[in-house]
């Protein structure tokens, strides 16, 4: 039973590394974090979010946060690439979507992003 546990463990550590971290461009990080907020996948889109190690009890606080203040108004029907404007120098991009929620509003989006000292593109939870 301890095996087991410390495999699914495992499993699950895996999972939250790469569920949305080490995107190999901005835009396809910020596509996923569409798709997790499109189906409702807290977990998920917050972990397309640059957190410090240090900042463990603050992503869980965040998490909570957007579950118990969701909208019907914020659901997302669909959403298209619009532009992507990336500064390899300084490490940050902006990547623009449309988005259409469930309600007929579409909205033009644009997320920072931000890459991190191994390369990986996040979602810069500072702007």
């Known amino acids: 039973m301890k095996k087991i546990l410390s495999i699914l463990l495992l499993c699950m550590a895996t999972f939250m590394f790469f569920g949305c971290s080490g995107g190999s461009s901005p835009k396809s990080v910020a596509k996923k974090a569409l798709k997790c907020q499109k189906e409702n996948d807290v977990k998920g889109f917050a972990n397309c979010?640059?957190?410090k190690d240090s900042d463990k009890e603050y992503k869980n606080l965040f998490i909570q946060q957007i579950e118990n203040?969701?909208?019907p108004s914020q659901e997302i029907e669909s959403y298209e690439f619009v532009d992507e404007d990336i500064d390899e120098?300084?490490?940050?991009?902006?990547?623009?979507?449309?988005?259409?929620?469930?309600?007929?509003?579409?909205?033009k989006e644009t997320f920072k992003m931000i890459r991190d000292d191994s390369g990986k593109w996040w979602l810069n939870q500072l702007y």
């Open 49 to 51: 979010i640059y957190f």
């Open 89 to 107: 120098e300084s490490g940050k991009a902006k990547v623009t979507f449309n988005v259409t929620y469930k309600n007929g509003r579409t909205v």
């Open 69 to 71: 203040n969701r909208k």
